[in-house]
């Protein structure tokens, strides 16, 4: 079993930056894409970002050219680098992996984080 810990969230001014990580428990996590979800109160859960096992990325139009997934194989960590945050990106990002990207953007991946708030004022 694979554990997903989230850490990084908080209350951060419009504009500004939070950096969040995904720590894995287990080496599996070098060969699993990786995709940031987030779930704003009263709204389904939305894929943001993902990223491969061979580091190929992707975003959701309203975050592209602001926010950043990355990985770190040897740390079993992944981040999200959210720049120029919005009040709207206000929610609580999970993280999520998965042998295959196809069941990360379905929504069905083989793990999930407990999430971790992010708060952004305007």
């Known amino acids: 079993q694979v554990q997903l810990v989230e850490s990084g969230g908080g209350l951060v001014q419009a504009g500004g930056s939070l950096r969040l990580s995904c720590a894995a428990s287990?080496?599996?996590?070098?060969?699993?894409?990786i995709g940031w979800f987030r779930q704003a109160p009263g709204k389904q859960r939305e894929l943001v970002a993902t990223i491969t096992s061979d580091g190929s990325t992707d975003y959701v139009p309203s975050v592209k050219g602001r926010f950043t997934i990355s990985r770190d194989n040897a740390k079993n960590t992944a981040y999200l680098q959210m720049n120029s945050l919005k009040p709207e990106d206000t929610a609580v990002y999970y993280c999520?992996?998965?042998?295959?990207?196809?069941?990360?953007?379905?929504?069905?991946?083989?793990?999930w984080g407990q999430g971790t708030q992010v708060t952004v004022s305007s």
């Open positions: 287990a080496k599996i996590f070098s060969i699993s894409a």
């Open positions: 999520a992996a998965a042998l295959y990207r196809g069941t990360v953007v379905t929504g069905r991946p083989d793990y």
